[in-house]
Every structure is written in structure tokens, then in C-alpha cells.
């Protein structure tokens, strides 16, 4: 009798010894503090980065956490607005107590948001916008970034071009992308790219429309009268749709090559046009749905349109990428509390993404903090394995991850300004 | 100078333009005639692509009739607004400010809407079969749709200022844009004109938005691009002068082709350059009869 | 009698919410409601000084949003290109430079009155919009300026915080005692009847340039203050939306109200933020919400309480009268 009232008390204390671990097991929480645009044209980018990001926390989650901690995700709305943005970071900050910043589409939105994560010395994981500036000139010890920038892409697109040039002679260009910084960058980074290959080119013509320009007409007949032998194109969105589909009518596309590497080749092109989308177009994107071929990218593309019921534009890749970033550096520090032990974790962090092709492993360079991808770059043809889309990209041509970076002196220079 | 490029340019201008003028019609007609300020027009424009995506391929429904079935759709959107809303705030003091402040809260409702019923993904229309190839001219290439879309806006022009100038209708309805009591005091059931005026003045928005969308994308938002243009086609041509905005919408296309072919980088800044001068010298419109009585 | 203590009881309601806010940073939890509160003020002073054109004078301007970008601009402008010891200096710099081109394009918009007033001024906004955006070398186009922090004491939250309340509410009062000056009445007496006015031997046009010079450099002075509290500017401040969010701000405090705006100022910033903070389809409910305020409160939030505090009185009273003016 003594016996089990000594076994039951023993019980009863250590149970209530072991009640504030259960409790404090609940609050065992990575806080993640998100922001995408929901609403308007950017909408489409934010609410799929939102679905991944869910999607790459549940997987986490459900294998039982990181390091004993759960992943937990607050999402606001951006609005695609710098001051309504740097507000909702202050909020994260001072009042979720986030251990990590997140997302984000639009670069203007970036670059003050990225001011606000230094000041405050918390960790900004950027999962979509791609100004290079966030990676060199307003590079801040606390920002990461782990989907491509401008830069990369159009080194990728100047060693196509420079191959192209081989099997299909061309010598002048025109350039055409959206008037404000992000088509600018283009624009410059393509011309660095191509004369750093040492490319024998002549840009005759560049065209700057406002953003969201709805009517490309004069544009696309000045296009044509220029005659170029290559097209180079930075728009994203619907204004790329808008674009393709004028341009369409006036046989552009018969008269020079269309070439498009940063935006080009995203999915929701495709999806939108359908059996409109032209063939022979050479597009690239961030992340292609049906590229690389393997396991892991298959299975993630399945998994969101099982969630979601359609299939994922690049964006959303960043978002999974991001996720997975914070687990494992959170794995690695074991808390997610130590901010400085985090950056260290993150500076060279190897992490497995879907678009990564067999035998690679994309990484976080440490001195820019920029994740180190490869890209492909592919010729638009008939598909139609990824509905409503009816063309998707093929005859790839890929570019290592180490070549895309930007050269050394570059880095140096822009890094100290 | 090639004179080939020059023609191009005065056609693809021209087509521009009439697409503009058809977007603005609307606006010119609730501004001009109804005397408010419908900053939701371009609401009313995406509501107009998103019916005409849905007929047109979802429905798979004839393209012309769902053209004219999206405007008309938009249109009951429109008078339904106007009934349960719009009316409320007639006679107040300061109704401009109200009106503003009420056609933002419609713009932001209409906006969540489509995105809630058809999601943020982009969407598009296909052209309408026997439009999607090109004419060619000697050496230039002229797609056969723009055709239709400078038909279209030739009769809408016609048609809104004859009834407007010609018939009994179209009196009453320019009245109401002068003296509301004064109308009412003769007789004529106001509220039902404004309500009529604004109806068609957003099926015209709306059918704009479905012939547009076959060239554009459709997508949320998509309401926003077109509302500083079309303010800028009506401030060019008169307030509430169809034939002004006609004309004014073919000035601004042409001068935005031409300024798109020599002066690339100053182009953007002409469309707003133009309003500035017009509305300096001129606010009246470019093309009014009659010059305004300086207050 | 009423005068002395209407006095009384808006030296009251000035002092009370003086404290209010002067103990948010005291009282609150977190610096993130200090934040809101610094905005708070901020765009209560643009919407005022915006009032004064328009629910005083008569003048609805869609493009104040340009004196307020100037302003930011300006110190932005000089801290990237000539360095942090440009931030104070650049604030009466941005200003005089507010006062000349509002006097100079006010020479050109009151040429026009009505809904072509109201379209110049968004005309001319949107082109200094598009012209910042575009100039990308000189302005970082739509990249904007990041970094920059207001020079030693004031480069601390809490201490700018209080720079920002004294600066609003010494301007919030030197506009209240403009528009109930004799000043303020002539411009009352311009939107109600311009002609009645020239009868006297006042001219409509110099006073409508007047207030608009006045309106535009306290735009400006408001968009000074924002860069303290964001670090960053962007070309959004330019843009014909935040010329129309003081409008909002406006009627949905009340226009006829001096302190409508302020109201107005309140209600629609914690409106967004809280219900952006709760759902992705913030849009619907803030539409709904507005739409409700409007057909609602007519006289605007502020107009509507006065206007209920006038009818329990005048309920006392017999025959009481109505007036649409501010009292308090």
C-alpha cells in the first residue's frame, strides 16, 4: 500500500515537474514575419509565395520541427507600398517579436524593409525581388536573398546569346523593358554581360514604356522598323502578355528573335495565353515547373497544385526556399534566438531546392549573401502536361551557378560604395 | 523621314486612340453628363474584361454577343451602384468630396471581388475567329481586329452624340448635368435618368474593358491603368463632349506613337505635359464651342 | 458668454490631447504604436493644412501630394548626395523651395476653379511624379533613398517622437488661428460666394494664392517630418494616391470641422492597419466600412458628433439654431 501511494506521489510530482515543459513546448516557436502583395497585379506572385511558404512549413512541422522548435508564419499584406510596408516590419518587430523578416516582391518594397532589418538587427530572408542592389550596394550583414537576381539572369542571357551567335549569326539588338528601376538594371546588365563576354553586338534602339502600359502598339512598329536581329525584353506580369499578344498580330515574332531572360519564361505567362503563347520564343525564369527533371522538383510541383489546384509560378519557390533556409539554420544554431550565430549558419548554407539539377547543390555565396543558383534557359514549344498552360519551355541550355555570379572587382566596387 | 514608318505610326496612333477614347466614352458621359466624378470607372473596365473572360472562354460563348453581354453586365453593376449607393449622397454639401470618397470604397469592393471569385492568376481572351490575322498595306501590317476596335469606336461616337444632341432623351439627360431641381420641377423622374445615365455609362466602360482585354491581360488591379488616361482623354476634349474626347483621345494617341518613334525617353511625360497645357489655356477642351466664362 | 466658454472648452480639448498624445510613448507596449502615432500626427497635419483649401477655401486639389514629396525629398536628396549634416538645413531649404513653386504654379491653377482646378493640380503632381520616377541617377527613381536618419539626438525614436508632436501641434494651432482669423473668414467667404467678396473690395485670387502657398509648405513641412520616422523616401509620395488620401481623410472626419481631417487622419490609419494585420481582404472590409461612414455620417465623423451635441442642446433650448461651423 505504502509502496504504490510512493509510485503515485512520484508520478504526480514529476508530472508537475514536467507541466512547464509542455507548456513551454508550446511556445517553442520560430516566428516568421511575412509580407507579399495580396492584392492587384502583384497579387498572383504574393498569394502563391504564401501557398509554398504553408506548404514547406507543414512538411517541416510535420516531421516534428527543427531542433524542437515549430515554424509559425504571420502573413500581411504588402500592398506593394515601401511606407505601409516598413510599418507592418515595425509591427513584426516590437510587437510578434519575430525571429525573421520575410519575402516580399517588389524591389522599392525591399530596399526599405531591408533598412529596417538592419537597424533593428533582425535577419530579412528575401524570397522574390531581384534588384541586384539588395546584394551589393544595400548589402547589410542581416539580408538574404535566396531566389536570383537581375544580374544573373542576364549573365545567363549573354552566354546564350554568345553561343546563339555561333549557330545563328546576329549583331544588333533592341532593348524593351518597364521604365523604372527594374527594367533599368536590365538594360545595363545585359550590355556588361555582353561586352564582358566579348560579344560583338550594337544596341540600335531601347525602348522604356511606362510600367502596367496597357497599349504597345507604337512601340512594337518602331520595333519593327529598327529591325533587329534580337529582341531583348524585361517586362514581367501581364504586361508581358499584353505585350506578346500585340506583338503577335504584327508578325514580330517572324522578324527577329524574341529573347527574355529574367520573367520571360514564368508560368503564369503561359498559363494566361495558352494556346496563343507563340513558339520559338527564348525565355527564362527563376524556376520552371518542368525543369530539372528530378524527384525533388517534381514532387514539389505536384504537391502545390494538390494544395492549391494550380500549378506554381516561380515565385513561389523562393518562398519554399526561404522556409527551408531558416529550418536549417535554425538546425544548425539550435535556437533561433542567437541572431549572429543565425547569419553565420546562413553565410554558405547549402540547402536541395526543387529547381537545383542533379549534381548540384544551390548555395548562399558569404560575402553577398546572394543564393548561387543555376539557370536555365529554354525555347518556348508545344506541352501541354502542365494545364491551361498549352506551351511550356524546352531545349534547355544551362548555365553553372559559379559563372552566374557577378566578377570579383565588380562586387568589390559596388560593395563599398 | 520613311513614309512608310509615318503612315505605321498615324495607324497604330489612331488605333491607340480609339481604343482610349472608348475606355474614356464612359467616363465623359457620367462626368459630363451626370455631373460625377466615377472614379470607379476603371473598375467598371475590369468588370467588363472579367465577364467577357468568363462568357468568352469559360462559356465559350459567341465573342460579340458576350462583348455586348459583358457591357451589359457591367452596366447593371454599375446602375445597382448608383441606386443603392450613389444616390444617397445627391444634394449634400460638398458632394464631390463624397462621391470621391464613396467611388474609392466601390473600387476597393469590386477589386476583392474578382479576385475572390476568379482568383489572381492572369487570365486572357482569345481573339474573335476571322480577327486574328493582319491586312497588309504595301509594307505595312495592320491586324484586322483594330478594325473592328476603330469600327466599334466610330458608332459609339456617332451614336452617343446623336442621342445626345438629337434626341428628347438625350436633352433631358444634358439637363441633369446643368440643374437637377430645375428638371425635377418640370416633371422628369431625375433620379431614374441618373440612374439610366450611369448604367449605360458603365456598360460602356465595361464593354471597352471585354474588346480591350483580347490585346491586354485580364487581372485585378487591371482597373488603375486606365483611369489617368482616360481623365486625361476627357479634360483634352470637354468635359462632357463626345466628339472632343474622340478627338482629344486621337491627339494623345498620336502624339504618344510619334513621341514612342523620335523622343523614347520623354515619352512618357508627354501625355501629362499636354494635359497641363490644355488645362491652362484651354480647359474648357481643345475642341469646345464655346470658351469658359473665367470665374 | 459662449465666446469665453467655447474658449474655455477648447483650450481644454487642445490641452487633453496634447497629454494624449504626448504620453503614447510612455503608455504604449511597443515602439510599433509609437510609430503609428508619429504617422498619426503626420498625415493629421497634411490633411488640415489640405482642408484649408479645401473645406475652407473651396479649393479641392488633387495634388498636394507634390509640396509633400518636395519636402521629403529634399532632405533626402541632400543627405544622399552632400551628406548627413545636410538633414536639418535641408528642412527650410525643402520649404522656401515649397513656398516658390506653390507660388508659381498657384499663379497657373487659380487661373481655373472647379473640376479643372482639381485636374491641374493632379496634372501637375503627376508630372513631378514622373519625373522623379524617371530620373533615376539624381533621385533613385521608384528604388527611393534609404538610410536616412535624422542627425544626433533626434536620430533616437522616442526623442523624434516628441519633435514631431511640438512641430504638428505648433503648426496644427497656427492653422487654427488662421482659419478663425479674419483671414480665414475672407476665405470662407470665397468658396461661399467669390463675388460678394469682390464687392468689398477683396480680391478672390490673391487670397486663393495665399492659402494655397500656406497649405502647400505645411504639406511639405508634414512630408519633412515622414522621413524621420521611415528613414526612407520613395516616389509613391508623389503619387495622385496619397494626394487622395488626405481627401479621404478629409470627409471622413468632416470637411466643415476644423479638426475633421485630424479625425479623419485617425480613423483611416488604424483602420488600415488593424484590419490589414488581420486579413488579406482588407480591401472589402475597408470598402465596406467607408461606404457605411458615407452614407452614415454625411457630416463627417467629427460633423456628426458636433452636430448631435448641437441638437441635445438645442433640444433644451427652444427654436435653437443650427450652425455648420465649428465651435470647439
New interface residues.
Given amino acids: 500500500m505504502s509502496g504504490r501511494k510512493l509510485v503515485a506521489i512520484t508520478l504526480v510530482l514529476v508530472t508537475i515537474c514536467l507541466i512547464p515543459f509542455l507548456a513551454s513546448a508550446q511556445d517553442k516557436l520560430i516566428r516568421i514575419g511575412a509580407m507579399y502583395p495580396m492584392t492587384g497585379r502583384s497579387g498572383l506572385y504574393g498569394m502563391d509565395s504564401v501557398s509554398a511558404a504553408e506548404m514547406a512549413i507543414d512538411e517541416i512541422n510535420g516531421k516534428g520541427g527543427v531542433a524542437g522548435y515549430k515554424l509559425d508564419i504571420v502573413f500581411t499584406d504588402s500592398k506593394s507600398k515601401p511606407a505601409y510596408a516598413v510599418r507592418v516590419a515595425e509591427r513584426y518587430i516590437t510587437e510578434d517579436k519575430v525571429h525573421f523578416l520575410f519575402g516580399v516582391v517588389s524591389s522599392g518594397v525591399g530596399l526599405a524593409v531591408t533598412e529596417v532589418s538592419k537597424q533593428n538587427k533582425v535577419i530579412f530572408i528575401g524570397t522574390d525581388h531581384a534588384a541586384t542592389e539588395l546584394t551589393l550596394d544595400n548589402y547589410q550583414h542581416y539580408y538574404f536573398r535566396v531566389s536570383n537576381n537581375t544580374f544573373q539572369s542576364m549573365t545567363a542571357g549573354a552566354m546564350y546569346l554568345k553561343e546563339l551567335q555561333k549557330e545563328r549569326p546576329w549583331k544588333t539588338i533592341t532593348y524593351i523593358g518597364p521604365d523604372y528601376a527594374y527594367g533599368h538594371s536590365q538594360l545595363e546588365e545585359i550590355q556588361y554581360n555582353l561586352k564582358r563576354f566579348g560579344v560583338d553586338f550594337q544596341l540600335v534602339s531601347k525602348y522604356l514604356p511606362k510600367l502596367y502600359e496597357p497599349d504597345y502598339t507604337s512601340y512594337i512598329t518602331s520595333i519593327i522598323k529598327d529591325k533587329p536581329d534580337v529582341l531583348v525584353c524585361g517586362f514581367w506580369g501581364g504586361d508581358t502578355v499584353a505585350f506578346i499578344k500585340q506583338a503577335k498580330a504584327y508578325g514580330l515574332f517572324g522578324k527577329m528573335l524574341y529573347f527574355h531572360p529574367d520573367a520571360g519564361g514564368n508560368y503564369e505567362l503561359m498559363s494566361a495565353m495558352e494556346g496563343e503563347m507563340p513558339a520559338g520564343l527564348v525565355l527564362s525564369a527563376r524556376h520552371h515547373n518542368n525543369w530539372p527533371d528530378t524527384e525533388t522538383n517534381r514532387k514539389y510541383v505536384a504537391e502545390f497544385k494538390r494544395r492549391t489546384g494550380r500549378y506554381p509560378t516561380y515565385a513561389a519557390e523562393g518562398a519554399y526556399a526561404g522556409i527551408y533556409a531558416i529550418a536549417k539554420a535554425v538546425e544548425k544554431v539550435g535556437n533561433p534566438d542567437n541572431t549572429e550565430a543565425l547569419v553565420k549558419a546562413l553565410e554558405g548554407l547549402q540547402i536541395k531546392l526543387p529547381e537545383d539539377p542533379e549534381g548540384f547543390t544551390s548555395y548562399i555565396d558569404p560575402q553577398t549573401h546572394q543564393i548561387v543558383q543555376a539557370q536555365a534557359v529554354g525555347v518556348s514549344e508545344p506541352n501541354d502536361k502542365f494545364p491551361p498552360a498549352k506551351m511550356m519551355l524546352g531545349k534547355w541550355k544551362i548555365y553553372k551557378a559559379e559563372d552566374l555570379l557577378p566578377p570579383k572587382e565588380l562586387i568589390e566596387k559596388r560593395m563599398k560604395k | 523621314m ?1 513614309f512608310n ?1 509615318i503612315v ?2 498615324l495607324i ?2 489612331f ?2 486612340a480609339t ?2 477614347f472608348l475606355v474614356a466614352s464612359g467616363l465623359t458621359l457620367i462626368f459630363g453628363v451626370g455631373n460625377i ?1 466615377n472614379f470607379a470607372h476603371g473598375s467598371f473596365y475590369m468588370i467588363g474584361a472579367y465577364f467577357g473572360y468568363q462568357l468568352v472562354s469559360v462559356w465559350k460563348v459567341n465573342f460579340w454577343i458576350a462583348l455586348v453581354a459583358a457591357g451589359a453586365g457591367a452596366g447593371l453593376v454599375g446602375a445597382a451602384a448608383e441606386f443603392l ?1 450613389l444616390r ?2 445627391y444634394g ?3 458632394e ?3 462621391q ?3 467611388t ?6 469590386f ?3 474578382v ?2 471569385i476568379w ?6 481572351i ?2 474573335p475567329s476571322g480577327f ?3 491586312v497588309q498595306l504595301g509594307d505595312i ?1 495592320i ?1 484586322t ?2 478594325f473592328a476596335i476603330i469600327a466599334i469606336g466610330f458608332v459609339v461616337v456617332v451614336a452617343a452624340w446623336w442621342i445626345l444632341a438629337k434626341t428628347r432623351a438625350g436633352r433631358i439627360a444634358r439637363a441633369s448635368a446643368v440643374d437637377r431641381e430645375m428638371l425635377g420641377s418640370l416633371g422628369v423622374n431625375v433620379p431614374l435618368v441618373l440612374t439610366v445615365v450611369f448604367g449605360l455609362a458603365t456598360a460602356l466602360g465595361g464593354m471597352a474593358g471585354a474588346l ?1 482585354a ?4 485580364v ?4 482597373g ?3 483611369i ?2 482616360s ?2 482623354v476627357v ?1 483634352l476634349g470637354g ?1 462632357s463632349n463626345f466628339w472632343g474626347a474622340w478627338l482629344g483621345a486621337v491627339l494623345l494617341g498620336e502624339v ?3 513621341a ?2 523620335y523622343l ?2 520623354w ?3 508627354f501625355s ?2 499636354v ?2 497645357v490644355t ?2 489655356f484651354r ?1 474648357e477642351g481643345l475642341f469646345a464651342a464655346t470658351r ?1 466664362r ?2 | 458668454m459662449m465666446v469665453s466658454s467655447s474658449k474655455y472648452k477648447f483650450g481644454l480639448l487642445w490641452s487633453v490631447g496634447f497629454v494624449a498624445f504626448a504620453l503614447v510613448p510612455v503608455l504604449v507596449t511597443s515602439r510599433y504604436q509609437m510609430n503609428l502615432a508619429s504617422h498619426i500626427l503626420i498625415w493629421g497635419l497634411f490633411a488640415v493644412a489640405f482642408n484649408m483649401l479645401w473645406g475652407v477655401t473651396g479649393m479641392l486639389s488633387f495634388g498636394q501630394a507634390l509640396y509633400f514629396g518636395i519636402g521629403a525629398y529634399s532632405i533626402g536628396l541632400f543627405v544622399h548626395h552632400a551628406g548627413k549634416a545636410w538633414y536639418l538645413p535641408a528642412i527650410p531649404i525643402g520649404l522656401v523651395f515649397a513656398a516658390v513653386l506653390s507660388f508659381l504654379l498657384g499663379l497657373l491653377v487659380i487661373r481655373v476653379s472647379g473640376v479643372y482646378f482639381t485636374m491641374l493640380t493632379l496634372a501637375f503632381a503627376q508630372l513631378a511624379w514622373q519625373v522623379t520616377f524617371k530620373w533615376y541617377d539624381f533621385t533613385g527613381g521608384d528604388d527611393g533613398i534609404q538610410g536616412i536618419i535624422a542627425p544626433g539626438i533626434l536620430a533616437n525614436k522616442m526623442v523624434y517622437y516628441y519633435f514631431v508632436l511640438v512641430v504638428v501641434f505648433l503648426s496644427v494651432w497656427f492653422l487654427k488661428r488662421l482659419a478663425y482669423s479674419p483671414f480665414g473668414l475672407i476665405l470662407r467667404c470665397v468658396q461661399q460666394n467669390p463675388n460678394r467678396v469682390r464687392f468689398i473690395g477683396r480680391s478672390v485670387k490673391m487670397n486663393q494664392l495665399r492659402i494655397y502657398v500656406i497649405s502647400s509648405v505645411f504639406a511639405a513641412l508634414a512630408g519633412s517630418l515622414m522621413v524621420g520616422v521611415d528613414n526612407s523616401i520613395h516616389t509613391d509620395m508623389f503619387f495622385w494616391t496619397t494626394s487622395g488620401e488626405v481627401i479621404l481623410m478629409s470627409v471622413l472626419g468632416g470637411l466643415n470641422q476644423f479638426f475633421g481631417p485630424f479625425i479623419g487622419a485617425v480613423i483611416l490609419i488604424l483602420l488600415e492597419d488593424i484590419i490589414g494585420a488581420k486579413t488579406e481582404f482588407w480591401p472589402l472590409f475597408l470598402g465596406t466600412i467607408i461606404m457605411i461612414f458615407v452614407i452614415l455620417f454625411p457630416k463627417g465623423v467629427v460633423g456628426e458628433i458636433q452636430h448631435l451635441r448641437h441638437r441635445s442642446k438645442s433640444a433644451g433650448e427652444s427654436g435653437g439654431r443650427h450652425e455648420t461651423h465649428a465651435s470647439a
Fill in positions: 520613311d514608318f505605321t505610326q497604330s496612333g488605333t491607340m481604343l482610349l466624378f449607393f444617397r449622397i449634400r454639401a460638398q464631390g468630396g463624397f470621391i470618397l464613396l474609392y470604397g466601390l473600387i476597393l469592393i477589386d476583392d471581388s479576385k475572390l482568383g489572381t492568376e492572369y487570365k486572357s482569345a481573339k486574328t490575322g493582319a501590317l491586324p481586329y483594330n480591350a483580347p490585346l491586354r491581360s487581372t485585378p488591379g487591371a488603375i491603368e486606365v489617368i488616361d481623365l486625361i479634360v468635359m504618344n506613337a510619334f514612342v518613334a523614347p525617353a515619352s512618357t511625360l501629362y505635359l494635359m497641363v488645362l491652362i480647359p469658359l473665367k470665374v
